[in-house]
């Protein structure tokens, strides 16, 4: 069974750095695209990033294009996202997510999905 593992929130202020980490057990990583999902209270999830298999393909959500770096290791099987320049608006539990399909930003493309990690940026 595939399980994906988000570790890496906390609480920082606007303007700071945090880097979330994903680890997937069980099947081949590498044969799956990657994507970062969050949801803010009262707000629906939302697509965040989202990478392919090989890494070579990117996709970015226009709020968090040129903040957000999506990368993977997949002799590790490992998902990042490098969350820079941080805004209280990025305030929202962070999923990661496993695709069997080609990477794409819809919530019903991702089959595998970890229980959350909490980032809080305050003002």
């Known amino acids: 069974q595939v399980q994906p593992v988000e570790s890496g929130g906390g609480l920082v202020q606007a303007g700071d750095s945090l880097r979330l980490s994903c680890v997937v057990s069980?099947?081949?990583?590498?044969?799956?695209?990657m994507g970062w999902f969050r949801q803010a209270p009262g707000k629906e999830r939302e697509f965040v990033a989202a990478i392919s298999y090989s890494g070579r393909t990117t996709d970015y959500a226009d709020s968090v294009k040129g903040r957000f770096t999506i990368s993977r290791d997949n002799a590790r099987n490992t998902l990042a996202l490098q969350m820079n320049s941080l805004k209280v608006e990025d305030t929202a539990v962070y999923y990661c997510?496993?695709?069997?399909?080609?990477?794409?930003?819809?919530?019903?493309?991702?089959?595998?999905w970890g229980r959350g990690t909490q980032v809080t940026v305050s003002s």
């Open positions: 069980g099947r081949t990583f590498s044969s799956y695209a």
């Open positions: 997510a496993a695709s069997e399909t080609p990477v794409g930003r819809l919530i019903s493309q991702f089959d595998y």
